[in-house]
T-cell receptor
Framework: AQKVTQAQTEISVVEKEDVTLDCVYE???????LFWYKQPPSGELVFLIRRNSFDEQNEISGRYSWNFQKSTSSFNFTITASQVVDSAVYFCALIGTNTGNQFYFGTGTSLTVIP | DAGVTQSPTHLIKTRGQHVTLRCSPI?????VSWYQQVLGQGPQFIFQYYEKEERGRGNFPDRFSARQFPNYSSELNVNALLLGDSALYLCASSLGEVWGGYTFGSGTRLTVV
C-alpha cells in the first residue's frame, strides 16, 4: 500500500522566518518517486520537485530545499526566508513504479506567511 | 505551448443531475488522469487513460466514468450527483502511461446543491 502523511495541517510564520514542512511516506515499491506540489488559491497544482528513491542527495533551489531520508521514510521541504507569496497549500505525493499511473497525495499543509 | 486546459472552470449542479467535465492535454501527451480533491484533502485518483484505453481506476463508484478521444482529450462523466461529489476535479496529462512528467490543469470546481 502507498501512503503519504503530512501531519502539519496548518502553519503560520512571520515573513523572513524559515519553515519546514514534513512528509512521511509508506510504500512497498523499491523504486518510487516523491514530489512536492504547491497549490495556490487558484487551484492549479504547481510542480516543485521530483526525487527518485535512488537519489538521496539533498537539493536546494533558491530559497527552497528538500531533505530526503530513506531511513526514516521522510521527504521534508524547507523554505528559507519565507515570503508572503509562499502562502499556499503544499502537497507531498508519491508514485510507485508498480502503480506508476497514479499519485498518492498527502492531505496537505496550509502555509500562511504573515507580513 | 498551451498547458492542460479544463472546462468549465466552475459549475453548479443539482443533486441527481449528470455532469461532464472536459480536459485537453498538453500537445503530444497521450495520457490523461483525473483526480478529485475534496475541500481540505489531497487529490484522489479517479482514472487514467492512455491511448484511449482505461489504464487505471481508483476507488470510485460506477457513477463515475470517463473516456479519451482520438485527439487525446478526455471527458469525465458523473451521474446521479450527490452533495459529496462537490469538489475540485483536476486533470493531469503526461507523455507516457507511467511516470513521464505529469502536468496538472487548474481544475473544474463542481458544486452540487
Amino acid at each position: 500500500a502507498q501512503k503519504v502523511t503530512q501531519a502539519q495541517t496548518e502553519i503560520s510564520v512571520v515573513e523572513k522566518e524559515d519553515v519546514t514542512l514534513d512528509c512521511v511516506y509508506e510504500t512497498r515499491d523499491t523504486t518510487y518517486y516523491l514530489f512536492w506540489y504547491k497549490q495556490p488559491p487558484s487551484g492549479e497544482l504547481v510542480f516543485l520537485i521530483r526525487r527518485n528513491s535512488f537519489d538521496e542527495q539533498n537539493e536546494i533551489s533558491g530559497r527552497y530545499s528538500w531533505n530526503f531520508q530513506k531511513s526514516t521514510s521522510s521527504f521534508n521541504f524547507t523554505i528559507t526566508a519565507s515570503q508572503v507569496v509562499d502562502s499556499a497549500v503544499y502537497f507531498c505525493a508519491l508514485i510507485g513504479t508498480n502503480t506508476g499511473n497514479q499519485f498518492y497525495f498527502g492531505t496537505g499543509t496550509s502555509l500562511t506567511v504573515i507580513p | 505551448d498551451a498547458g492542460v486546459t479544463q472546462s468549465p472552470t466552475h459549475l453548479i449542479k443539482t443533486r441527481g443531475q449528470h455532469v461532464t467535465l472536459r480536459c485537453s492535454p498538453i500537445s503530444g501527451h497521450k495520457s490523461v488522469s483525473w483526480y478529485q480533491q475534496v475541500l481540505g484533502q489531497g487529490p484522489q485518483f479517479i482514472f487514467q487513460y492512455y491511448e484511449k484505453e482505461e489504464r487505471g481506476r481508483g476507488n470510485f463508484p460506477d457513477r463515475f466514468s470517463a473516456r479519451q478521444f482520438p485527439n487525446y482529450s478526455s471527458e469525465l462523466n458523473v451521474n446521479a450527483l450527490l452533495l459529496g461529489d462537490s469538489a475540485l476535479y483536476l486533470c493531469a496529462s503526461s507523455l507516457g502511461e507511467v511516470w513521464g512528467g505529469y502536468t496538472f490543469g487548474s481544475g473544474t470546481r463542481l458544486t452540487v446543491v
